[in-house]
């Protein structure tokens, strides 16, 4: 059963770039089935899907955060990351890594999520 | 960029009687790529339904998924005492790719 967990800081300056890392488990990162995303969700609030990269490399990211982030994959430690440069306040949320089937497009699997605080 | 628009924002029901939530698109989207999802308190979402109408693995029957177009449903027949919840609809497919709904929380009246 593939299972997905995040790591990384939870407590990152202004800024500076918030950096995380999701772990694959149960299953190759490199099947050409799915779209490795992170997704996040502000205090509070409802789920903004921040980018994926798919097993090859190729990269899509939402436009209202495109500038600052950026998505990368190490097939050898079946892992993904997320790096988020100069962030503000704002940027405070839960941060999940999830995949999505490339066919249905639904987000069938998540990891637990882990809380990040922009904060000096 | 396409909206998603959930409604109600908040659903007042009793155990055992029928859930109807809403998500509304701005743009028509077909009628395959829109799935729901419930989240607890503290949980990541669970899906629930994608394809519009496909239950995903584990999910129970009461739950079902309808629309096409811009009008997309989530019913819940019977609703449990564990189905009380926040819901989310999303997208997949127009910019951004992907998109959520504003959530639409189902609490016990």
């Known amino acids: 059963q593939v299972q997905l967990q995040e790591s990384g800081p939870g407590l990152v300056r202004p800024t500076q770039t918030l950096s995380l890392t999701c772990t694959v488990s149960?299953?190759?990162?490199?099947?050409?089935?799915?779209?490795w995303s992170w997704i996040r969700q502000l205090p509070g609030k409802g789920l903004e899907w921040i980018g994926y990269?798919?097993?090859?490399?190729?990269?899509y990211y939402n436009p209202s955060l495109e500038s600052r982030v950026s998505i990368s994959i190490d097939t050898s430690r079946n892992q993904f990351s997320l790096k988020l440069t100069s962030v503000p306040a704002a940027d405070t949320a839960v941060y999940f890594c999830?995949?999505?089937?490339?066919?249905?497009?639904?987000?069938?699997?998540w990891g637990q999520g882990t809380m990040v605080t922009v904060s000096s | 960029e396409i909206v998603l628009t959930q409604s109600p924002g908040t659903l007042s029901l009793s155990p055992g009687e029928r859930a109807t939530l809403s998500c509304r698109t701005s743009q028509n989207i077909g009628s395959t790529f829109l799935a729901w999802y419930q989240q607890k308190p503290g949980q990541a979402p669970t899906l629930l339904i994608y394809g519009v109408s496909s239950r995903a693995s584990g999910i129970p029957d009461r739950f079902s998924g309808s629309g096409s177009g811009t009008d997309f449903t989530l019913t819940i027949s019977r609703l449990e005492p564990e189905d009380f919840a926040v819901y989310y609809c999303q997208q997949y497919g127009f910019s951004p790719m992907f998109s959520f709904g504003q959530g639409t929380k189902l609490e016990i009246k």
């Open positions: 999830a995949r999505a089937h490339y066919n249905t497009g639904a987000f069938d699997i």
């Open positions: 990269i798919y097993h090859s490399g190729d990269t």
């Open positions: 149960g299953g190759s990162i490199s099947s050409g089935d799915y779209y």
